[in-house]
């Protein structure tokens, strides 16, 4: 019985698709990094939602917002990404910092004044969670901001 052309051409398509343990994912424009497991990285943030209120004129600039306290309860360590979902969100936010296991850092969360308007975005911690659409559950890591500003 003869073996249709096709299907060593299938069999190496499947092959080249298959994960390979321990391979690295790529981004062209950032370092190459191992998405870790379930269990080695666990991340535990102080709070999901911040609220500020600034008077245009009055309020200090940049206004802190507040402080997130970010701990790994992993076994792995991990980088923090901090970014709002939208990137014209008027908030900066204090340098990314590599945690260890076991280990805590404080994030300080600045309006920088470049808004003159209500607002409220999703921050993420994680390059991993960064590309969740708007939902009403918020992966592990991430949280909200919303400002009011008046005039």
């Known amino acids: ?7 060593p051409i299938l069999l190496a398509a499947l092959l080249i698709a298959l994960p390979l343990p ?7 424009d950032e370092k190459d990094f191992e ?8 991340i535990q ?3 999901i939602y911040f609220e500020f209120r600034h008077v245009v004129g009055q309020s200090p600039c940049p206004q802190l ?3 997130l306290t970010i701990r790994n309860t992993g076994t792995s360590p991990f980088t923090t990404d901090i970014r709002a979902r939208d990137p014209r969100a008027p908030l900066t936010f204090s340098p990314d910092r590599t945690v260890g ?16 308007e209500n607002f409220r ?6 390059r991993e969670n960064q590309g ?10 991430s949280f909200n901001v919303e400002g009011i500003i008046t005039r």
């Open 1 to 7: 019985m003869a073996i249709p052309r096709r299907v």
């Open 35 to 42: 998405l870790p497991t379930s269990e080695e990285l666990n």
């Open 65 to 67: 917002v507040g402080r």
């Open 121 to 126: 975005v999703t921050v993420d911690t994680l």
């Open 132 to 141: 969740q659409q708007s939902s009403d559950s918020l992966p592990p890591g």
């Open 45 to 47: 943030i102080s709070q």
């Open 22 to 28: 321990g391979c690295k994912k790529t981004n062209d």
């Open 101 to 116: 296991p076991g280990e805590t850092v404080i994030v300080d969360i600045f309006f920088n004044c470049t808004s003159q």
